[in-house]
């Protein structure tokens, strides 16, 4: 069974920083490209960044290019998500998901709030 | 970026109706199309992909059709559980993209 657990969330302050962990089990993960989707209530779902399974390469939404980083450590079935500079519209929900042909999201966390506020 | 326009916003059906929704993509984005449920406190659950593909496990109740910029979601006869929101996604051209999501919901 495929699972992804999220962790790492939290409160935080404007221009502050956070990382967000996704460990993942019941599936070949150093085979899969990975992603992390948001979620807002006034901007519903929004797709955040992806990567490959070798990580060398990486996509990015213009609205968090520059300053959130994703990583991922096979040895660790894990991926990861630095964000940095954080503002008050990256307070959301965020996801990870396991991607289907590249861009499709087959399999989704259970996640991880996010809070950007002094 | 390829902006994704779901309508009905809301759908107000009874058990056992039949639920069509619709995305419009503003360019063409060949067959290259999602959809997702999503209940309350949950995340969202793959239906659909590549348009007309239905992901593992999901009911044959569930359908999906169209390609370059106009597609559908048809539920043929609403079960209780599939009261909730549905979006679309594209995967045609970075950025990957969502529309806002139609809700259903019990009539």
């Known amino acids: 069974e495929v699972q992804l657990l999220e962790s790492g969330g939290g409160l935080v302050q404007p221009g502050g920083s956070l990382r967000l962990s996704c460990a993942a089990s019941?599936?070949?993960?150093?085979?899969?490209?990975m992603s992390w989707v948001r979620q807002t209530p006034g901007k519903g779902l929004e797709w955040v960044s992806t990567?490959?399974?070798?990580?060398?390469?990486?996509f990015y939404s213009d609205s968090v290019k520059g300053r959130f980083t994703i990583s991922r450590d096979n040895s660790k079935n894990t991926v990861y998500l630095q964000m940095n500079s954080l503002r008050a519209e990256d307070t959301a929900v965020y996801y990870c998901?396991?991607?289907?042909?590249?861009?499709?999201?087959?399999?989704w966390g259970q996640g991880a709030l996010v809070t950007v506020s002094s | 970026e390829i902006v994704l326009t779901q309508s009905p916003a809301t759908l107000s059906l009874s058990p056992g109706e039949r639920a069509t929704l619709s995305c419009r993509a503003s360019?063409?984005?060949?067959?290259?199309l999602a959809w997702y449920q999503q209940k309350p406190g949950q995340a969202p659950r793959l239906l659909i992909y590549?348009?007309?593909s239905r992901a593992t496990g999901i009911p044959d109740r569930f359908s999906g059709g169209g390609s370059g910029t106009d597609f559908t979601l048809t539920i043929s006869s609403l079960e209780p559980e599939d009261f909730a929101v549905y979006y679309c996604?594209?995967?045609?051209?970075?950025?990957?993209?969502f529309g806002g999501g139609t809700k259903v919901e019990i009539k």
């Open positions: 998901a396991k991607n289907l042909q590249w861009s499709y999201f087959d399999y």
């Open positions: 019941g599936f070949t993960f150093s085979t899969y490209v």
């Open positions: 990567i490959n399974d070798g990580g060398d390469k990486i």
């Open positions: 360019q063409s984005i060949s067959s290259y």
């Open positions: 590549g348009a007309s």
């Open positions: 996604q594209q995967r045609s051209i970075w950025p990957l993209t």
